[in-house]
């Protein structure tokens, strides 16, 4: 049966390839809307809300999802932290995907980050480092996708955000053991380069994940979309979706 969709953002670069994919994916989308375009009038008849348009339509959107008891798959990235809140409570009612990156691949690369982040733990002298690339139009920084392999890291070594140094400049002195370096290119047309790198003394691990095609993401949310509809009420990730946890 085709799950349909209320898409979001449906204009943008996601949303363009979402809707060249869904029927083939086995989804339909029912009701497309962009910036100026009423949700309402889509949001009964669906059965999945997908939302890959702006951080500000996020919450708004959410709202009426609640009301309108639909479960949620959220692609939007840059939330302030009491707007990130709000949303995350709205689990309680409905069942929501939130990721900052909908690939197999990057989801895996955060699999395999947790598994070297344990092993190269702050007694092992690895340094880590973040480094992300991004086509020259993207807004926000680090990407969602840097932040979660931030936060492996920052909770592996039981750090605060104060203890990550998004770039360096100037005299900053010797790199201090209890740091993470985060680090954000922009330019071109880049659909979405990620590095995790722990360096050590005499060695260093790198594990890196090149998106090339941004179907890649169109094809996870798609994923993420179906699987939704039929989970309880609750804050997933694109790991629960895959059942990598």
């Not at 670069?13 to 009038?41: A, K």
């Not at 990721?99 to 880590?128: C, H, W």
Request: charged share 25%; glycine share 10%.
């Amino acid at each position: 049966m085709s799950v349909n969709i209320l898409l979001s953002g449906s204009a943008g670069r996601m949303g363009r390839s979402i809707t060249e994919i869904s029927e083939d994916n086995g989804c339909h989308i029912s009701c497309p809307i962009d910036v100026g375009d009423d949700p309402i009038q889509g949001i009964n008849d669906c059965d999945v809300v997908i939302d890959f348009s702006l951080r500000e339509a996020t919450l708004p959107l959410a709202r009426l999802c609640v009301d309108a008891g639909k479960p949620m798959v959220i692609g939007t990235t840059g939330h302030g932290p009491a707007e990130k809140s709000e949303i995350e409570s709205f689990s309680s009612k409905i069942p929501i995907v939130w990721a900052g990156n909908f690939s197999t691949g990057v989801n895996l690369l955060f699999y395999i980050t947790e598994i070297a982040a344990r092993v190269l733990d702050s007694s092992s002298k690895f340094d880590p480092e973040v480094i992300e690339m991004h086509h020259r139009l993207k807004k926000d920084a680090p990407s969602g996708t840097a932040d979660r392999l931030l936060e492996i890291l920052k909770n592996s070594r039981e750090l605060t955000d104060k203890q990550i140094a998004h770039g360096r400049n100037g005299m900053v002195g010797e790199r201090p053991a209890k740091e993470i370096g985060s680090h954000a290119l922009r330019g071109g047309d880049v659909v979405g380069d990620h590095t995790v790198l722990f360096a050590g003394m005499g060695e260093r691990i790198e594990l890196t994940h090149r998106a090339t095609d941004r179907k890649i993401f169109a094809v996870g949310a798609l994923r993420a979309a179906k699987w939704i509809r039929d989970q309880p009420p609750g804050l997933f990730s694109m790991q629960d979706v895959l059942g990598l946890v």
